[in-house]
């Protein structure tokens, strides 16, 4: 591990042991426009789908209620994933769980869906965004989706005290480089637990 995935390591570690699920501005209870851009896709419930950077979030939670069998969390945080396990219970041993800086995780495998909510903002460095791509093509196949979710160029400019990169879709498509393809984005604005309004937009893309 490089000095900088320790440090991100380090930082992420801290905020989810010292704040509850609930606590962070990116919770949601219900991760509706995850699911909805992951039903349209049209993945069958045999699907590998990995949520990068997914944390405690409640999307694995939604995912194996709508029945899909193959699910990985992958996030740099330990505590982060034993909280989603300890809040799964006994399902948890039908998730897999990978701890690891998505810049650097190696794969084992492809899925047909890449799930990222406001993981690939925080990649601010322009060598952390070509590992992540250089990831992101190893885990997905032609025909696989990219489902990447990111601050709006109106967007928050920091979060949980880190600098942030905001894009709209082209800027994303531009990033993620030539072979993907942009199928849809959209915009959304979500709600802090703490009632502020972070402007997100979403972008599902198809490897060529």
Do not use: N
Not at 26 to 50: C, E
Not at 154 to 176: K, M, N, Q, T
């Amino acid at each position: 591990m490089s000095g900088t995935d320790g440090a991100r390591r380090a930082h992420w570690e801290d905020v989810h042991r010292q704040r509850e699920e609930d606590e962070v501005s990116w919770f949601q209870a219900t991760p509706a426009t995850s699911l909805a851009l992951i039903a349209r896709t049209g993945a069958a419930r045999a699907a590998r789908i990995v949520d990068v950077g997914g944390g405690a979030s409640r999307l694995v939670d939604a995912l194996l209620d709508a029945g899909y069998e193959h699910v990985t969390v992958l996030d740099v945080a330990a505590a982060a994933l034993e909280r989603a396990q300890r809040r799964l219970g006994a399902r948890a041993a039908a998730v897999s769980w990978a701890v690891a800086d998505a810049t650097a995780w190696q794969p084992g495998g492809e899925y047909d869906v890449w799930h990222d909510r406001a993981a690939f903002h925080f990649l601010v460095r322009a060598e952390d965004r070509a590992a992540y791509r250089a990831v992101l093509l190893s885990a997905l196949p032609a025909g696989g989706h990219a489902i990447v979710a990111t601050f709006a160029p109106d967007g928050p400019e920091r979060c949980s005290g880190l600098p942030v990169a905001r894009y709209d879709a082209e800027a994303l498509a531009a990033e993620l480089g030539p072979a993907f393809t942009l199928v849809e984005s959209l915009r959304e604005d979500h709600r802090t637990p703490g009632g502020k309004v972070q402007r997100f937009q979403w972008s599902r893309f198809v490897r060529r």
